[in-house]
């Protein structure tokens, strides 16, 4: 599986670091940041849930 953030319409809210802390980061700068670009199996149902609940939809799974 492959995480995608479209920058240009992420808004960095941190929905989706409440989600998957482990996957993704809003950082003191007020930007988003992907820790893991590709992370395991055990993280799709979080990463999917990051995904939907994306105020932006800005996040996409691939794989």
């Known amino acids: 599986m492959r995480v995608n953030v479209d920058f240009d319409l992420c808004e960095s809210n941190a ?3 409440g989600i998957a802390p482990e996957v993704f ?6 930007y988003l940041y992907v820790l893991r670009e590709e992370p395991g199996e055990e993280l799709r149902d979080r990463v999917g849930e990051a995904a939907r609940m994306c105020p932006k939809q800005a996040i996409t799974v691939e794989g």
Do not use: L
């Open 15 to 17: 929905v989706c670091m």
């Open 25 to 30: 980061e809003v950082r003191d700068d007020d």
